[in-house]
């Protein structure tokens, strides 16, 4: 399959743009699937609806077919015609977020999504995303779409169209080409179907942000305790692995330097993942910078495209620099153990 490749400005979208917002749209009316912006990741979008179109998605991808979808929308009060039972206080985060990179888990009505969006699930997971050309492709297409991340299941997400074009050029219909996303760490999602939310993936959006909303407000306990299963299924997944293997280390970057100058004494070629802080404080074969640690947000957009950077790199094992886990640290740091498959370093 030719995989279009249209290349739209953020900030002209619905002018200019608009043939290519419709040709993608029609492509997603008529069944097929196409990857689009957000201001979290790119998605890979497919129509809700229909099974064959979801099929699509989960076969581009290569992603196991117990991992959820997230439904986007572009009209808050389409959440009622996919879920019921919505407690108010995810109507006062759905208020404060949306558009935005929040997820909200609702009790879902039975029969008007595929089921394989939901993977058997009684709830479902939905948001509104805060993109231009995500908004004006779902307004135009009509109905709701099913988007994960556009990246090959275990891969990095795409911060890019390039990453896109990387993992399934051939495989997809066409991606809408807006430059790089926003956030760079996929939404937050919540879920609403208790007395409180409560947060099963952390994201751009914190715990703290989410409390300021709606008052009371949990952290998925396996998230934490990782032997047992999490309640959002996606993350008992390996995920946003390089190909080299990494681990995380704590410490100065004298005492990483160590770790890294035991490896190269065994001939093997390393790679550091550093913030700009410390980067040039590293001999190494590949050195990348990954944002300031000053400037947590920074890490978050660039960490993706960092980990993809090392697989044009000659390097055997790699090293990242742990983050600090307040705010969107705790985001980082989650998919950074993801990547690593929690492989840590212990300092001396
Ligand atoms: P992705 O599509 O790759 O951004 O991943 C979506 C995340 O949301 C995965 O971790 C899913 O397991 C999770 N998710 C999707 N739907 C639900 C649901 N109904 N209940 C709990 N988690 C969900
Ligand atoms: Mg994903």
Redesign the pocket.
Known sequence: METKHWVVDKSVITHQHYPHIKEAADLIRNGDVVAFPTETVYGLGGQAKLDSAVEKIFQAKGRPSD????VHIADQADVDKLAHSIPTYAYLLMNAFWPGPL?V?VPKKEGVLSERV?AG?H???IRMPDHPAALALIKESGVPVA???ANRSGKP?PTAAKHVLDDLNGRIAGVLDAGETGVGL??T?V?CTGDYPVV??PGGITQADIEAIAGKTDTDTTLKQKEETP?????KYAHYAPEAPLYIMEGLPAVIQEKVDEWRAEGKKVGVLAAAESAAMYKAEAVITCGCRSDLASVAKELYGALRSFNEQPVDVIVAEAFPTEGVGAAIMNRLEKAAGDKWIKTK
């Open positions: 991992n959820p979808l997230i997820t888990v939901t699930l709830t479902v997971a988007a994960p991340s997400s996929e939404s999602v879920d099963l993936r309640k959002a299924p996606g993350m």
